[in-house]
């Protein structure tokens, strides 16, 4: 079970008007949220309340500023401007409590490739400051339930792409964060161990944990989510549960496609030179 308490801090401090029971606690919260990189604005002024203890879907198109948001909020890169808050602690004035309590398993992982995955394990543990007999009990787990056991002593320079990200998952989760944050985690990732890493997420949110991921595969977000941010070209366009965001739509892609304003385009006469016959 995650720390409560750092959970409740949030809740204290999330200033929810209107008092008892209205909104479940923030396990984020951000405001004014900025980040330029040159002419090039990635993330322009976002709010965001992520609620406690939810499976939380950024949604959002290539480019929308997915990831700079998710470096901003997890303390990877600094925002020009904006807060974050993480149960109730700012980020990046309180660096060290916030980082002892989330997991992260960031875009393009860079993971130390000569060590085997068991070693890996072993190593992050130790840096979380874990005693070393629970990092190996929960390592021993961990590999286990990913379907890693067989691979554990392989070096992870020799890992594939799916067994990177799981390996990568069980580091982030070794700890037992509060708040996981995962940016595109089931990218290149086959079926079955897609759905391994589904199952592991869903045990850790049904205890209370949050989990929040990007990834622009709707049907995925649609199946794993109860809650939805849709951003685009650096903004929040909605925010809120599945059924919310969703509204009168049938799908979330629909839902999706119409509030990035991406409907009906098509390639038209532009690509008539593509195809096999013509013009040959
Ligand atoms: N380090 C950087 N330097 C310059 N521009 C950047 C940098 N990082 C991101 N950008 C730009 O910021 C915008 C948002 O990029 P970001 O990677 O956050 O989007 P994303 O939603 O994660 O996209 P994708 O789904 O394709 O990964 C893009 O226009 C991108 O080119």
């Not at 980020?91 to 393009?108: F, M, Q, T």
């Not at 554990?152 to 998952?169: A, E, P, W």
């Not at 089931?186 to 989990?211: C, H, K, M």
């Amino acid at each position: 079970m995650p720390d409560q308490a750092f959970d409740h801090g949030a809740a204290a401090q999330s200033g929810q008007a209107g008092g008892a029971h209205t909104a479940p606690p923030a396990a984020v919260r951000v405001q004014g949220l900025w980040k330029r990189f040159g002419e090039q604005i990635a993330v322009a002024g976002i709010d965001l309340e992520l609620p406690a203890g939810k499976f939380i879907g950024l949604v959002g198109p290539n480019g929308a500023g997915k990831t700079t948001t998710l470096s901003m909020v997890t303390g990877l890169l600094r925002p020009d401007q904006g807060t974050v808050e993480i149960g109730g602690h700012d980020v990046w004035r309180d660096p060290v409590r916030v980082k002892s309590r989330i997991g992260v398993l960031p875009e393009g992982l860079r993971l130390f490739e000569r060590l085997s995955g068991r070693e890996l394990l072993a190593y992050s543990g130790r840096l979380r400051g874990l005693p070393g007999a629970e990092v190996d009990k929960r390592a021993t787990q961990l590999l286990d339930v990913l379907d890693l056991a067989g691979s554990q002593h392989k070096l992870v320079v020799d890992y594939s792409t799916g067994m990177r990200k799981k390996i990568g998952l069980a580091a982030a989760l070794l700890h037992n964060p509060q708040v996981l944050f995962l940016d595109e985690p089931f990218e290149g990732v086959d079926p079955v161990s897609a759905q391994t890493i589904r199952g592991v997420l869903e045990r850790y949110t049904a205890s209370g944990a949050t989990v929040i991921f990007s990834s622009h595969v709707m049907e995925l977000v649609e199946s794993l989510c109860d809650w939805v941010a849709v951003m685009a070209a650096g903004r929040i366009r909605a925010q809120g549960t599945l059924a919310e965001v969703r509204g009168d739509a049938p799908t979330l892609q629909s839902a999706f496609l119409e509030l990035v304003g991406a409907q009906g385009r098509d390639a038209g006469e532009s690509l008539d030179w593509l195809g096999g016959g013509a013009g040959r």
